[in-house]
C-alpha cells in the first residue's frame, strides 16, 4: 500500500490589518488537524492585493497568532526579536515574492487553452454588469475576448495594450466537492464566472496564488472562512487544469453575533489583539475560540491546547454560524483566573496597575501587599484590566468620596458617626499583628448586630474604600491594615462632621 501523504495544513492571511477572531479560530482548526496527525502546519501571507495592505500588518497577525501559542512549523514566522523571518524547503511563503512562479503557472494554462487574454476596458464591463443587473440575469464576464485568437492576443499584449488573464471556465455540467464539514457541495458551472487570474498590474489574483502555492507547499487540507465556498469550483478547475490532485476542504461556519447578525466591529471587540490588551489569558481566548461551532459530545468546556490536540474533530464542527458569547468568553477567562497561582495573577495585573498609574513601577511595589490585594478580586476578576476599577483605593492616598455615600439606607448622619467612632474605637484596640478578617469580625459583629448590620458594616467600607461596591470591610481593613484602616475611618469621620 503506498504510504499516506503527510498532513498539510496552512493559514494564509492578507495582511490587512489585525489578526481577526473568525482568523484565529480557522488557525487553530488548521494548527489542530496538523498537530493531531503529526503533520505541518504552515503559515502563509497572502499579499497579492497591493492596495489593502497594512503596515506592520504581517507582524500584527504573527504576533496575535503566537501570543495565542499557534506557531507555524514551516513558512512565515517571527524570530526572537519579533522580526519577519521564513523557514522551509517550499519558500517563499509571502506571495509577492512569489511573482514569477505565478507567471510561469498562468503561462502553462494559456498553453492549454485553459486560461485566455482580456482586453475588456473596465468601462465596457461596468456597463456589463448595470445591464445584467437590469436584466436581472447573473452578473458576470460575458467571454467577449474569448473569441480572440491566440496570436492576435499575443500581438496585443506585445503592443503593449492593457489586458488581464482569465480562466475558461467551462459552461456545461457542474464543479463539486465533499467538504469535510458540508458533505457534497456542487455549482453549476454556467454560473461560475471567467475569473480573472492575472490583473493588469501583473500581480496574481487570490484564486490562482492560492491553487499554485497550496499544491507547490503540500497542501493536504485547506481550512478556512465560508466566505470562501464560492471560490472553491474555480480552484478545483484550476486544480483539474493543472492535472493536480485536488486537496480536502472545510470551509468554516460563520462567526455571529448575539442576534445572530454577522460578527463586526460595531457590536464589540473583533481583533485578537483588543482581548489580548484587555487582559484575555490566550489559554482562554483559545479555548474559548475552540468551541465556536465545534463540540466535543458531551458537556466538558475547559480544554488545554494540549487536549484540543486529543479531542479536536472536524466532522463534528456544525453547519450552521456560531454564536460568538461575549458572557460564556469572561465566564471561561474567569475561571482561568482562578485557577491561578495568586504570584503568577498578580505579575499579570502588574503592567495594568502600572499602566494606570496606581502604581509607580515594579520596583515601588510591596509585592506581598500587591498579591493580598489581587487576591481579595481573584474571584470576581472576568479580564485582567478590571483589577483597576476593582482595587484603585488601595493605591490612593486620600478617596474621593461624598459624605452621603456614607450613609446606609434609612440611616442618618448622626446613627453613622456614632457607629464610625465606636468602630474606630473598637479598631484602635485590635493588636496590630492580629488584624485579620477573623479577629475584625469577632470584635465588630456583635456591636454591628446591636446597632444595625448594615448601619455599621456599610460606612466602614465606604469609609475604607470610598465605593459604592467593594469586597466587604473586614477583607478591606485586613489588607489596609491597622495603621491605614484607621486613617481612613478617621477621615470618613471628619468628613461627615463638615
Ligand atoms: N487570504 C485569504 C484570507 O485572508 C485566505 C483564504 C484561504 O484560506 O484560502 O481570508
Redesign the pocket.
Known sequence: MPSQPKIRTRF???PTGYLHVGGLRTALYSYLIAKQNNGDFILRI?DTDQERLVKDGTVNILQSLYWAGIIPDEGVKLDKNNKIVQAGDNGPYIQSERLEIYQKYVQELIDKGCAYYCFCTQERLDKLRQEQQKNKIPTGYDGCCLNISPEEAKKRVLNGEKHVIRLKMPKAGETSFLDLIRGKVSFKNELVDDQVLIKSDGFPT?HLA?VVDDHLMKITH?V??EE?ISSTPKHIQLYKYFDWEIPQFAHLPLLLNSDKSKLSKRQGDVAVNDYQNKGYLPEALINFVALLGWNPGDDQEIFSLKELIQEFKIEKINKSGAIFNLDKLNWLNGSYLRQMDIKDLTQKCLPYLIQSKLIKSEKDVNLNYLQKIVKLEQERLKHLDEIIDLTHFFFKDKLNYQSDLLIWKKSDREHTLNNLSIIKDSVEKIDSTNFNKENLEKILMPMAQDRGVGDVLWPMRVALSGEQNSPGPFEIAEVLGKKESLKRIVSAIKLLEK
Open positions: 494564509a492571511p492578507s497572502e487570490y492560492v485547506i478556512r472562512g470562501w
